[in-house]
Each structure stands twice: as structure tokens, then as C-alpha cells.
């Protein structure tokens, strides 16, 4: 059942940062709709949508898509969950894409997880995955049952181009130069929660607890 009492938000983080296993938790834990502005675009481009057709174009001329492009396609995708309350992952990534969506839809909550870079490209070298399934491993925690082979399939596992340290490095740099205008902008709104920590597990007890209090009537359990 789709939730009926207004709560909007955004999740952000640097890549490998955990942001996917944070949210996934909120959704487990809360009645959200929600959003993966990544995911979503992907989907458009494989139906040869218009709007995945218009952003194939400058993707493959290794270009952003253009904010008027994204917002329309991120709005369209907020009417398209039918409830009032949702959580978007994914967008916005920069200054003028925050203050274009602040213009339809005003948030209630930014949350802002903070892990170490020098922790992120240490958990990104250790990390293996099956191309086919887009399963991921982390070596020391996450471990597949057989050294360098998928659990499903036992087929090779292999380092993805950009999980390499010094392409993570360059990556969390371009985040860093594109996120900080956002942080402040949401921080400004008043609505920046900040989590800090190493581990996933270390943060979400942190912004269980926050939204517990934030979100009362949305929960469906505290597991």
C-alpha cells in the first residue's frame, strides 16, 4: 500500500560509500516508494523510450545529460509512484540540478553519508564481480566460497576497470568537487542529515535511529 503522509528525500554518497545497502535498509525498514535515478535511466534506454533516446545521445558523446533533460525525467518518475512519500538515490548530483528539483518538489530530509576516502578505495581494491549477474564480492567480508569464482555459477570473477584505486581516486575527487555545492545547498535548506563512518553497519544504526524519529508512521519494522 502506497504511504499517504508526505515525506520526501534524497540519499547521497561517494561512490562505494554504501549507499545502495543504506537504502535498500530504509526500504526494508520504511514504507517508501523509491527512486534509483541510475536504475532508471538505464531502464528508459533499453526501451528506447524518448527520454532514454534524447539521453543516449549525450552519453555517448560522454557528456552529462543536461539538468532540464534529467529533472523532467526525474519528476515524470516521482508522478509515476503514486504516494507522497518516497526516497530518491541517484539525483541531484550537482548544484543546478538541486535547485531545479527544490523548485517542484521541496524535501524534508537530505541524508549525507560520510566514509573516508582512503577507506572507500581500500573496500573497492578487494572488491570482485560477476559480469553477468552484476553479483559483487568484497574479499575479507564478503568472500565467495571459492577464491576468483561466482557462488551461482562458478564462473571467473573479475576487477571492474573502475574499481581500480587510481580510477576510484579520480572519481571520488570528481564527487567531492560536485557534491559539496550540493551539501551546502540542502545544508542551507536545513534538511542535511550527515552520517559518518567506515562500515555500513556503523552508519545505518545512526540513521535508523534519526528516522525512526522522523518517520513514525512509516515504519514496518525495526529489524
Keep these: ?4 503522509v508526505p515525506f520526501k528525500a534524497v540519499i547521497m554518497g561517494a561512490p562505494a560509500s ?23 535511466l538505464r531502464r528508459q534506454i533499453q526501451q528506447n523510450t524518448p527520454i532514454g533516446l534524447e539521453a543516449q545521445k549525450y552519453i555517448n558523446q560522454g557528456k552529462l545529460v543536461p539538468d532540464d533533460l534529467m529533472i523532467k525525467f526525474i519528476t515524470d518518475e516521482i508522478k509515476k509512484l503514486n504516494t507522497e512519500a518516497w526516497l530518491l538515490d541517484g539525483f541531484p548530483r550537482t548544484l543546478s540540478q ?98 559518518h563512518g567506515k562500515t555500513s553497519d556503523e552508519i545505518w544504526k545512526h540513521v535508523l535511529d534519526m528516522l525512526i524519529r522522523y518517520l513514525p508512521v512509516h515504519i514496518k519494522s525495526q529489524n
Design 1 to 4: 500500500m502506497a504511504a499517504t
Design 18 to 40: 554504501g549507499k545502495g545497502t543504506i537504502a535498500s535498509r530504509i526500504l526494508k525498514n520504511f514504507s517508501l516508494g523509491y527512486i534509483s535515478s541510475g536504475d532508471c
Design 98 to 195: 538541486a535547485q531545479a528539483l527544490w523548485k517542484v518538489e521541496k524535501l524534508d530530509l537530505a541524508i549525507n553519508l560520510v566514509v573516508p576516502f582512503d577507506v572507500i578505495i581500500d573496500r573497492t581494491k578487494g572488491r570482485l564481480v560477476h559480469l553477468p549477474s552484476g553479483r559483487v564480492y568484497n574479499q575479507g567480508y564478503n568472500d565467495p566460497k571459492v577464491p576468483g569464482k561466482d557462488d551461482v555459477t562458478g564462473e571467473p570473477l573479475v576487477q571492474r576497470n573502475d574499481d581500480k584505486p587510481e580510477v576510484v581516486k579520480k572519481r571520488l575527487e570528481q564527487y567531492q568537487q560536485q557534491s559539496t555545492p550540493v551539501v551546502e545547498f540542502f545544508k542551507e535548506k536545513d534538511i542535511l542529515k550527515e552520517f
